[in-house]
């Protein structure tokens, strides 16, 4: 083992593989005693290192859940809520005041605004009108979605303790602000699995924008395991190229050479697992075997030729052009007929610092149709009732106006206190405005929504209890909520 005439690796291999043998025999035989001592029937708790398969077996839903599947449409950004869904006619005779500081209330800016002299409001410049029977506002800017409003549920009463974009997106994505938790998708694939054993259970997309091109970096972690096993994180599918990254077979490998290789591989790291016992290893086997499955099912999945004309017409102009929001939302629906549980298109571009009236009709004009056009298309083929729908961003913006004010231009600051969201299908009740905000649409005044109660909501809609879902690791129990969160029934048909 320290012998010098071995290779420095190798002498440092023998070294760690001989420690862990001496722990698994130690740990062996404490293990053992302690059960002797707890009598005949004792067994050990199931902790942070079984296995996915183990693990998806005892976390079956906790209820009949009324969602099988999840497609998130993320506005990475942050749309404005009051070019939305948040009518506030009375801020027009407001126009260049400035905000009141009672409104304010001690709130922090960010060090964008912080510095200004004055914080005037910004009226919208956007038109609205009531529509369907539920008499939900929208804004001019969402026409298709004005059409179906009796079909979605609108939150206008979210909010966040983030607010800059990166902590926003990592908070509402993995429950906590700091990077290192599982994302949704991965608590979804860690507890309930996947029907589909040829897809991952979590299909991540970035869809293309035509708004402000400066838009915020998007990283894996955030449809990433944390530390949950890896094969739980989401799988990126990607519009050009090879769909999946390093899909395809290397030039001159067929798929029965790659058979063997993959069949050699697994029995070497099914002896290293075996050996040292990291769950990372398994995930690594099953990684390759779900590799090997998808090249077939992901170039099924993404040819769209055989959709009929009037698909793509439903979707709109878009909907042909690869990586478009349109094209995406098309692939979404394919996905969830094929059982995956958990669908996320990113649409980057919604943080209108500046130049708000140019941009975000741009913004809005990429998703409104694709997004119709998804609840419609789940809706005819009786796909909405289990297949849950969810519309948002991090935060939203503020009622002032950063930097120069014009009655042609104007631009909002992030705002974590209050922003806008809509669901629909999979157990949401339509037909909803759930929420108010103050006259300034700066504080929430009813039926306030925290980031936690939406993942709470989300999945007790797919049968999972929140409290329940967990997972133990450095000593303690984590869930996606942390100690935090309330299902909004209110929302729930």
């Excluded at 999840?70 to 005779?93: C, N, R, V, Y």
């Excluded at 909405?384 to 104007?410: H, I, K, M």
């Amino acid at each position: 083992m320290n012998d010098p005439s071995l290779p420095s690796p190798v002498r440092d291999l023998l070294t760690a593989r001989s420690r862990r043998a001496l722990l698994r025999g130690s740990l062996a035989t404490l293990g053992g005693a302690a059960l002797a001592r707890l009598g005949p029937g004792a067994a050990p708790r199931v902790g942070g290192a079984a296995s996915a398969e183990r693990a998806v077996r005892q976390l079956a839903p906790h209820f009949a859940p009324k969602a099988k599947r999840i497609i998130w449409l993320f506005m990475s950004g942050a749309p404005s809520q009051l070019e939305t869904f948040d009518h506030k006619p009375g801020l027009l005779d407001l126009y260049d005041t400035d905000l009141p500081d009672s409104v304010v209330a001690g709130q922090r800016f960010t060090t964008m605004t912080s510095g200004q002299a004055r914080f005037p409001i910004a009226p919208s410049r956007f038109a609205f009108d009531q529509h369907g029977e539920s008499g939900a506002w929208v804004s001019e800017l969402l026409p298709h979605t004005a059409k179906m409003v009796d079909d979605i549920a609108i939150v206008r009463s979210m909010f966040t303790e983030s607010i800059n974009h990166d902590p926003g997106i990592t908070f509402i994505q993995t429950g906590h602000e700091q990077p290192g938790r599982p994302s949704l998708g991965s608590w979804l694939s860690y507890g309930l699995g996947s029907p589909n054993e040829d897809l991952p259970a979590f299909v991540v997309m970035q869809a293309s924008w035509t708004g402000r091109q400066e838009a915020q970096a998007l990283f894996s972690r955030l449809w990433g395991s944390g530390f949950l096993p890896s094969q739980h994180q989401g799988v990126g599918l990607r519009a050009a190229g090879d769909p999946v990254l390093y899909l395809s077979d290397p030039p001159g490998v067929d798929r029965a050479r790659r058979r063997l290789v993959l069949d050699a591989l697994a029995k070497l790291n099914g002896r290293t697992a075996d050996a040292v016992g990291d769950p990372e290893t398994r995930a690594r086997i099953e990684a390759y075997e779900l590799a090997f499955r998808m090249q077939t099912s992901v170039p099924e999945l993404t040819d769209v030729s055989s959709e009929p004309e009037s698909v793509f017409e439903l979707y709109g102009p878009d909907a042909k052009k690869p990586g478009t929001f349109a094209a995406s939302c098309l692939l979404a629906r394919r996905l969830a007929e094929r059982g995956v549980p958990m669908v996320q298109i990113f649409h980057r571009g919604w943080d209108q610092h500046s130049d708000l009236p140019k941009d975000l009709p741009n913004q809005c004009r990429d998703v409104d149709q694709p997004a119709w056009a998804l609840v419609q298309d789940l809706k005819q083929r009786g796909m909405l009732d289990d297949t849950l729908v969810v519309w948002g961003g991090e935060f939203g913006r503020t009622v002032y106006c950063q930097g120069p004010l014009s009655e042609a231009n104007y631009g909002r600051d992030h705002h974590p206190r209050c922003f806008s969201m809509w669901l629909a299908g999979g157990g949401v009740k339509g037909g909803v405005v759930h929420g108010e905000t103050c006259d300034f649409s700066y504080n929430v005044t009813r039926d306030p929504v925290h980031v936690h109660d939406l993942n709470a909501t989300l999945l007790h809609l797919l049968g999972v209890d929140h409290e329940k879902l967990t997972f133990r690791h450095q000593g303690r129990d984590f869930r996606l909520t942390d100690v935090h969160g309330e299902v909004v029934r209110a929302l729930l048909a």
